[in-house]
């Protein structure tokens, strides 16, 4: 594509047609990260529910064991006592029941070593709750100010969406009666398209406006005053026959750029707008919307189209403070 600027300087131009598909291409990336961020999320409640069943089962088997180790602390207490009765009647024992007194022994010992096993089993679980329970209480975290952020780009998105349909709204109502002359208004990836086709502004190799053309672009200059966070992208199109070169253009590049010139003059000459929102741009016949040879396609591709884009400073700020 090649841009030709001719209302605002060459580097004013450029900064402006930068920051132009800056803001589209961010509005993509937004769009995407937007999906991600909820792709993000449903992983995130996958792993926390992963998480939460996995603490329930750990649980259940902390309450077993503790059972298991309550059920072995009552049994080695029970043998403690014995012990002690034993040894409190070692003579006795020593005599005739030294044969018992081994065998309870034995079992005392291994009694204390199952205790030991399942004591430090209950701690290992405990550990292992206590690392999992602040793992889950960080992804809580995280998925909470990951909703947050959706939540916060999806209202400024709809923000700016509700913005453009109202746009779109007023601009078609204001200029109904030129739509029968080839005027359409649409949305197109969030920005207001106005599309006019040569009949309603030039005459056949011309770059002067109809005065019919210069009533529409007035009635359209009120609208795009009262909205000044609104950039306002003009382009020209021609069809694929080639110009007669004059002493005005010499081919239709030049002559899609000289059309979208004089458009800005009207909007400028007719309305306050500041004249920093406007680029003058021109794309010959490399952009058809109907890529037919034929003359009611290229009837179609000889157009002006007028686009409006909003202001993304909003998204700037939220992507700032990311």
């Known amino acids: ?45 996958a792993r926390i529910e992963q998480m939460e069943t996995g603490m329930t089962a750990m649980n259940t088997e902390k309450n ?27 003579e006795t024992l020593l005599s005739g029941h030294t044969r018992e007194t081994r065998r309870l022994l034995t079992e005392l010992q291994k009694t204390q070593e ?43 998105l709809h923000s700016k969406d509700s913005i453009m349909n ?38 056949t190799g011309s770059i002067e406006v109809d005065p019919k053309g210069i009533s529409a672009l007035k009635q359209l200059a009120v609208i795009l005053e009262q909205n000044p966070d609104i950039f306002i992208t003009i382009e020209g199109h021609t069809d694929d026959v080639p110009v007669i070169r004059n002493a005005s253009f010499q081919d239709n590049w030049d002559l899609s750029v000289k059309r979208a010139t004089s458009i800005v ?6 309305s306050k707008i500041n004249p920093q929102r406007l680029i003058a741009s021109g794309r010959g016949e490399f952009l058809p919307v109907d890529p037919r ?16 884009t909003p202001r993304l400073d909003e998204l700037y700020k939220l992507l700032e403070t990311k």
């Open 114 to 156: 199952d205790l030991q096993l399942k004591e430090d089993r209950l701690k290992e679980i405990e550990e292992n709750a206590a690392r999992k329970m602040q793992d889950l209480e960080q992804l809580k975290v995280e998925l909470d100010q990951r909703n947050r952020r959706m939540i916060e780009l999806e209202s400024v």
């Open 166 to 203: 109202a746009l779109k709204n007023t601009i078609s109502k204001a200029l109904y009666g030129f739509q029968q002359d080839g005027l359409s208004v649409s949305i197109r990836n969030g920005e207001v398209y106005v599309s006019m086709e040569e009949k309603l502004l030039f005459q």
């Open 1 to 45: 594509m090649v841009t030709f600027v001719t209302c605002v300087p060459t580097s004013r131009f450029n900064e402006l047609k930068s920051r132009n598909d800056s803001i589209t291409a961010e509005r993509d990336r937004l769009l995407a990260e937007n999906e991600q961020i909820h792709v993000d999320k449903t992983e995130l409640d």
């Open 265 to 270: 003059r009207i909007l400028l000459d007719n």
């Open 293 to 308: 040879k034929d003359p009611v396609a290229r009837r179609k591709n000889r157009r002006t189209e007028i686009i409006l």
């Open 64 to 90: 077993s064991l503790q059972e298991d180790y309550d059920e072995l602390k009552n049994e080695y207490d029970l043998l403690s006592r014995k012990y002690d009765d034993l040894v409190q009647s070692q």
